[in-house]
């Protein structure tokens, strides 16, 4: 437990809590899988389907059931690939178009938001393709870029520093313990 400015406490994650309770605070995924397993509740999925999944198990709902796995099956790419390459349905992010985009782009290359995102919904274009695409979208890349839901160590991390711009890398760990010892509310 951790005590907050309000001296109130964050209670230990048991299947004791209620629902509500459960999402006043923030929670590892450790921690809600270690709930999961105690409570007989599905711990696939997201954090944040499974903190769903949980708050409604706690409070005597219907749990809703996990999300489907993404089909993570199919043909892959294999070296060696050029630019007439086809992406196929179910491509990952894989090593070997790694190295084909350092070759293409240079090292500049890395897989953001928009190239991970072209690479899974890409199936029937080309590598060529997927490059024009990189370059295509460099100048959104440079800007801001909202951090999802589900990173929010992220996102306190890149408000901190915001806020805080010559502050440490220890100052901000220890606000982010601070930050989430605190309930939601």
Known sequence: MSANHVGESRPAATPELSGAELLRWY?????????????????????????????????????PAPAPAARRG????????????????????????????????GPGFHFDAFMREYV???????LADAVAHWHATRQRAAEPQEV????????????????????TRDQALAAWREHRARPRD
């Open 27 to 63: 929670w590892t995924l450790e921690e809600l899988t270690g709930l999961a397993r105690r409570t007989g509740v599905p711990a696939g999925g997201g954090k944040a389907a499974l903190t769903e999944r949980l708050a409604a198990a706690l409070d005597g709902r219907a749990v």
């Open 120 to 126: 899974a919904r890409g199936a029937g274009r080309t």
């Open 74 to 105: 199919g043909r892959q790419l294999k070296a060696p690939v050029d630019g007439a390459s086809v992406i196929p349905e179910g491509q990952r992010c894989s090593q070997v178009l790694r190295e084909f985009f350092l070759r293409e782009i």
């Open 148 to 167: 999802g839901a589900q990173f929010e160590f992220n996102r306190f991390l890149r408000d901190w520093h915001a806020r805080h711009p010559d502050g």
